[in-house]
């Protein structure tokens, strides 16, 4: 039974991937431990109250714990479970991969869309480069396949970063085509390489965490660092076309609001920044939706997008706001 096939009212028993455990008070001073708990499906908030310090140690992000509870859906807090149980998972009860959410297309799938988008590079100089990060036989590479592209608003789970930048490559890539005076081939190499940052920013298994290098120097620094010192190691490499890439990823952010120290200054850029923002809205739909509970056409209000998001095709009513459980 997935998270996303409940109904009010249903009791059950299974695995749950623990996605966050976050500690809280209630209004009559007691603690709380409020969790969300999933599958590849969604996930939903449940609530330990006065928590022991076995719980805290069992109910962590990361944990698998076997439930038993009885899923609701109350007129005002809306979807969540009465825990009535847990402990820990044994290995032979679960799956990991039913656990954790991934991307539509499989790892192979998108490797070798990305060999392909890659075998389209004409620039030999772009091509060493992007070996560097993407040569089947590298470090980085294998890195780069499993790593999460956002700790939590979108592509979070293992293979988001393939998915992202692959995304956001292929997208730079038919707009290039349509749009004049446009090199192509470096808005693609920056499109692939404009999150690289990620591999050193973030951890690369739920719970998604960002590193002390990501707290401290933040993965647009990170990746600019990095494809610099690719690029010092490359003979010839032209000083413009380096510049060209690495003008790219400072800017991909697009403000000096949301991080980047400059604002995209180039064509190339601008494309990169413009596709990397609608890849990152667009993977924030596939979250929401993961999350909406059974019925609901109407997400409640999301950061990343500034706006509860709709989907029409979903039958029922909307669903309740989401806010603080009682206690």
């Keep these: 039974m997935q998270v996303r096939e409940l109904s009010d009212g249903q009791e059950f028993e299974q695995a749950l ?19 969300r708990l999933g599958d590849r499906s969604g996930s939903i908030t449940a609530v330990v109250r006065e928590p022991g310090e076995q719980d805290r140690t069992l109910l962590r992000g990361g944990a698998v714990v076997w439930v038993r509870a009885r899923y609701e859906v109350d007129e005002r807090y809306g ?21 954790t959410a991934g991307p539509p297309r499989s790892p192979e799938q998108m490797e070798a869309d990305l060999r392909a988008l890659l075998a389209t590079i004409r620039d030999e100089h772009l091509r060493t480069l992007l070996d560097g990060v ?19 608003y979108h592509q979070a789970y293992r293979h988001g970063l393939l998915e992202h930048s692959l995304t956001v490559a292929q997208g730079v890539s038919a707009m290039a085509a349509t749009f004049p005076g446009i090199d192509r081939d ?10 690289v940052g990620k591999l050193d920013a973030y951890t690369s298994e ?34 413009p076309l380096a510049q060209a890439i690495l003008h790219i ?29 609608l890849g990152g809205r667009l993977g924030s739909f596939d979250r929401i939706e993961r999350e909406l509970p059974p019925g609901a056409t109407w997400s409640s209000w999301d950061k990343a997008l500034g706006a509860g998001a709709y989907f029409p095709d979903a039958a029922g009513s909307p669903a309740p706001a989401d806010s603080e459980l009682a206690a």
């Excluded at 470096?186 to 999150?195: E, R």
């Excluded at 952010?253 to 413009?274: F, I, K, N, Q």
Aim: aromatic share 6%.
């Design 249 to 277: 990823i400072l800017s991909h952010h697009g403000s000096l609001a949301h991080g980047s120290p400059v604002v995209p200054c180039t064509r190339e850029a601008t494309l990169v920044h413009m596709i990397d923002n």
């Design 17 to 35: 991937l623990v996605r966050a455990a976050e500690p809280r008070t209630a209004r009559d001073g007691r603690a709380l431990l409020r969790l």
């Design 79 to 99: 979807p969540q479970l009465a825990l009535e149980a847990w402990r820990e998972a044994a290995p032979h009860e679960f799956n990991r991969l039913d656990l």
């Design 186 to 195: 470096v808005a693609v190499t920056g499109a692939l390489l404009h999150d």
């Design 206 to 239: 739920e719970p998604i965490e960002l590193t002390d290098a990501g707290r401290l120097q933040g993965e647009i620094a990170l990746g600019y660092h990095t494809v610099r010192e690719l690029i010092e190691r490359i003979d010839g490499f032209p000083p």
């Design 134 to 152: 993407f040569g089947a036989q590298t470090a980085s590479w294998e890195r780069f396949r499993a790593a999460p592209a956002a700790k939590y």
